[in-house]
Structure formats: structure tokens, C-alpha cells
């Protein structure tokens, strides 16, 4: 892949550590959801940023497949309609698989804006199988949700490549 001026180079991605923050990403979903608010509908998705991050940067290790089983493992923490959250991660995977090579010749803040329009419609399809299955209007406020994943984008890149930026072995004699 040709890569766009100024960008460093990346180590490869340890799986391990993919893994590892989509677990966390979960549990502190599954926390947010059981803290004071509750499940507010205003309140982000972090499993959402998490997910739509690796799919992004690592579509062969982190793929539908995953997103589907995260979806399940969310709607089971939630006891609410099994399939709900499934659907909406499934859809955000696919959309993000989509967009993943022209989203990475952007810059961090455009990527931002770039993935709104996922994150709204992963919340779309999630109201529309809430609604469908005689579920209640959350409010106006569910329209917060996709703004904090977008702002939460930046955030989660720099926390995510961290460990990919460091130089495996630098010396005097290799500029990379």
C-alpha cells in the first residue's frame, strides 16, 4: 500500500493486543452500561469505536465474524432483544470494510468525520430492530451517541497505535 507524505511507519499489530482491547473495550461497555446512567441512550459505544478501529487497521484479524459474536455477547450483558446489537455491529463491520482504504489517506480528525456516518447508522439500524420489536423511543438524546463515538475516534487512535509506533530496534545507521 502506497503511503500517503509524513505517515510513519507502523510495526505490525500484535493480536494479542487486538484482542485484549476488544475485551476491554467490552467490559467497560458492560460497566457503563450497569453505572449511574445506566443505559443511556446518549451514552457512547466504546465497543463500537474499539471495533470499527481494528476493522479499520486490521480487516483480516478483526472482520464481521467478530463483530457478529461482540454484537451477541452485548445483547446478552443487556438481556434485551437477542440479535439487536449483532445486527448494528455486523452493519458498522461491513460499512467500515467498506471505507477501510480510503479512511486510512485521511488524517485522524478527518477519519473522525468520516466515520459519523457509521456510527449513526449502527445506531440507526439498532432504534430501527428496538422499535420494530416493540421497544420504546429512547429520545432525542440517542442523537449524542454517534457525536461521542466520532470524539472518541481521535482518542482511541492514539491509544490503539501506540504500541505500533515504537521502533523495533533503532540505531544510527537506520532512519526508520
Request: no cysteine; proline share 8%; charged share 5%.
Amino acid at each position: 500500500m502506497i503511503m500517503r507524505p509524513g505517515q510513519q511507519l507502523l510495526l505490525p499489530a500484535n493480536p494479542f493486543f487486538i484482542w485484549t482491547s476488544l475485551i476491554a473495550a467490552m467490559l467497560l461497555n458492560m460497566l457503563q452500561n450497569m453505572g449511574l446512567w445506566g443505559r443511556a441512550a446518549w451514552a457512547p459505544d466504546v465497543l463500537a469505536v474499539v471495533l470499527v478501529f481494528w476493522t479499520v487497521h486490521q480487516p483480516l484479524r478483526v472482520s464481521i465474524g467478530a463483530a457478529f459474536v461482540f454484537g451477541l455477547l452485548m445483547d446478552v450483558h443487556q438481556s434485551g432483544l437477542l440479535g439487536q446489537h449483532a445486527m448494528a455491529y455486523t452493519v458498522l463491520s461491513f460499512f467500515a470494510i467498506t471505507i477501510h482504504r480510503r479512511l486510512l489517506w485521511f488524517s485522524v480528525p478527518s477519519q473522525a468525520a468520516q466515520v459519523f456516518p457509521l456510527f449513526a447508522a449502527a445506531h440507526a439500524v439498532e432504534l430501527a430492530v428496538g422499535m420494530v420489536s416493540g421497544g420504546a423511543f429512547p429520545g432525542l438524546s440517542l442523537l449524542l451517541a454517534p457525536v461521542a463515538e466520532a470524539v472518541l475516534w481521535p482518542v482511541a487512535s492514539l491509544m490503539l497505535l501506540a504500541p505500533q509506533l515504537r521502533a523495533p530496534n533503532p540505531d544510527a545507521n537506520r532512519p526508520l
